[in-house]
T-cell receptor, first 117, second 112 residues
Framework: DARVTQTPRHKVTEMGQEVTMRCQPI?????VFWYRQTMMQGLELLAY????????DSGMPKDRFSAEMPDATLATLKIQPSEPRDSAVYFC???????????????FGAGSRLTVL | GDSVTQMEGPVTLSEEAFLTINCTYT??????LFWYVQYPGEGLQLLLK?????DKGSNKGFEATYRKETTSFHLEKGSVQVSDSAVYFC???????????FGTGTKLQVIP
């Protein structure tokens, strides 16, 4: 089965450090989403891309977060500097537009669990 | 934009009990409706979907019927198993470049 691959699966870091999470979408999928999941907030959409261009990153704290797609096979989410409140599971998902329609559903990666001490 | 309200969890049931997880939505258009499931340590995966009113989505013994008049898409299963323990997310999608909006999720715990 085709799958979305995320690395690292787990990351523990200290406050102030830079964190980079990576996502390899399914080959051929041109829409990529970044979600953050916490107990308190549930599943929040941070940003999404189509054909490597950001369509919406309004859910992302701009001062410390950045999301890019250097090429069609890699999406990155960077936090600099990291803070304890950033501790969460970060999910990447990909799909073909119109993503979420009856024919084209989102496929999620297994997530990157980030702990900031 | 789209939004969804799910029943609060956690829901704890004994094996073979009947399950209902309520979901109501608001949407700008005529959305497709989805249930996703998240097993421990994994990402979300599609459980079932319905794309128009009165459609019934079904998978793995789970069912949900698209009720346009009540804007609801309640998830049901006649006899739950321990392996159904997971978090369930309801999601409407209104088309085009709209975002897929997830509810807060409902955690289901099935005990033997």
């Amino acid at each position: 089965d085709a799958r979305v691959t995320q690395t690292p699966r787990h990351k523990v870091t200290e406050m102030g450090q830079e964190v980079t999470m990576r996502c390899q979408p399914i080959l051929g999928h041109n829409t990529v989403f970044w979600y953050r999941q916490t107990m308190m907030q549930g599943l929040e959409l941070l940003a999404y891309f189509r054909n490597r261009a950001p369509l919406d990153d309004s859910g992302m704290p701009k001062d410390r977060f950045s999301a890019e797609m250097p090429d069609a096979t890699l999406a990155t989410l960077k936090i600099q500097p990291s803070e304890p409140r950033d501790s969460a599971v970060y999910f990447c998902a990909s799909g073909l537009p119109p993503v979420g329609s009856g024919a084209n559903v989102l496929t999620f990666g297994a997530g990157s669990r980030l702990t900031v001490l | 934009g789209d939004s969804v309200t799910q029943m609060e969890g956690p829901v704890t049931l004994s094996e073979e009990a009947f399950l209902t997880i309520n979901c109501t939505y608001t949407a700008t258009g005529y959305p497709s409706l989805f249930w996703y499931v998240q097993y421990p340590g994994e990402g979300l995966q599609l459980l079932l979907k319905a794309t128009k009113a009165d459609d019934k989505g079904s998978n793995k013994g789970f069912e949900a019927t698209y009720r346009k008049e009540t804007t609801s898409f309640h998830l049901e299963k006649g006899s739950v198993q321990v392996s159904d323990s997971a978090v369930y997310f309801c999601a409407p999608y209104s088309g085009g470049y709209q975002k897929v909006t997830f509810g807060t999720g409902t955690k289901l715990q099935v005990i033997p």
